[in-house]
């Protein structure tokens, strides 16, 4: 009997530290398969994983916006309208993720043409509501590291124009037209182009005018910059 008892309190003992070490483990286990680390993902669909989110039944364009969803929101492209680009010109142009312009190149040969015009497009990808979350973009073009123009506008949306008090007509331009040259080049070059932008969120509902205008009474929330993507131009040498 008392050799009984004995292995009847040493089997006891056994099964509580297995379902002890067991059962801790199966809770470990089940914890990490419900928070996966991404490792073995490629990068797309991590992208794709860390912004997706289940359908609520709330459009999240009404949801709080902050200045990183502003600059994740915006791309601006900075290109040569293909009516300007002559016929025996070559471009190279690559994408980044989510196929965005990442770098575009532009080779021309002689004869150079006279003038050059590129634009700069301020594309939004709509997940904001400007009307809401009002932004200024104040922008520079730079070539070669210095500035030789710059622009500004305040992101609306287009249905909202007429109930502005004092609309100014240039305020929510998206696109702009900037000149390479306006006299015919002589000697070959490469020259390297961008945009950098600064971007400014302003309390919800701000009057687009005053923002445009910056008269001092209104002041942004938060601030950030962005860059566009390079544009180089290349003139290449006689007879190549």
């Not at 600059?71 to 290109?79: A, H, M, P």
């Not at 009307?131 to 200024?136: I, K």
């Not at 400014?200 to 962005?226: M, N």
Request: charged content about 25%.
């Amino acid at each position: 009997m008392q050799k009984l008892n004995y292995m009847f309190f040493i089997t006891t003992i056994i099964l509580c530290l297995t379902f002890l070490f067991f059962g801790t483990s199966c809770n470990s286990y089940f914890e990490n398969k419900e928070k996966p680390d991404n490792k073995g993902l490629l990068k797309e669909e991590q992208n794709f994983l860390s912004t997706y989110k289940p359908p609520s039944g709330v459009d999240n364009v009404s949801k709080n916006k902050n200045i990183g969803d502003v600059e994740s929101d915006l791309q601006i492209l900075f290109n040569i309208p293909s009516e300007n680009i002559p016929h025996n010109a070559k471009v190279h142009q690559e994408e980044g993720a989510h196929g965005n312009i990442s770098r575009i190149e532009v080779e021309i040969p002689y004869p150079y043409p006279e003038t050059m015009v590129a634009e700069v497009n301020v594309i939004p990808y709509g997940r904001i509501n400007y009307a809401e979350y009002p932004v200024r973009i104040d922008g520079k073009i730079i070539r070669d590291g210095k500035v030789i123009d710059e622009f500004k506008t305040v992101l609306i949306d287009g249905e909202n124009k007429d109930t502005l008090s004092n609309p100014i007509e240039t305020m929510s331009r998206t696109k702009f037209a900037i000149k390479l040259w306006d006299t015919p080049p002589t000697e070959s070059s490469s020259t390297l182009w961008y945009v950098q932008a600064k971007l400014r969120l302003y309390p919800p509902f701000t009057e687009a005018s005053k923002i445009f205008t910056d008269d001092g009474t209104v002041k942004p929330l938060e601030e950030t910059e962005i860059l566009g993507n390079p544009l180089r131009i290349t003139l290449l040498k006689e007879g190549m």
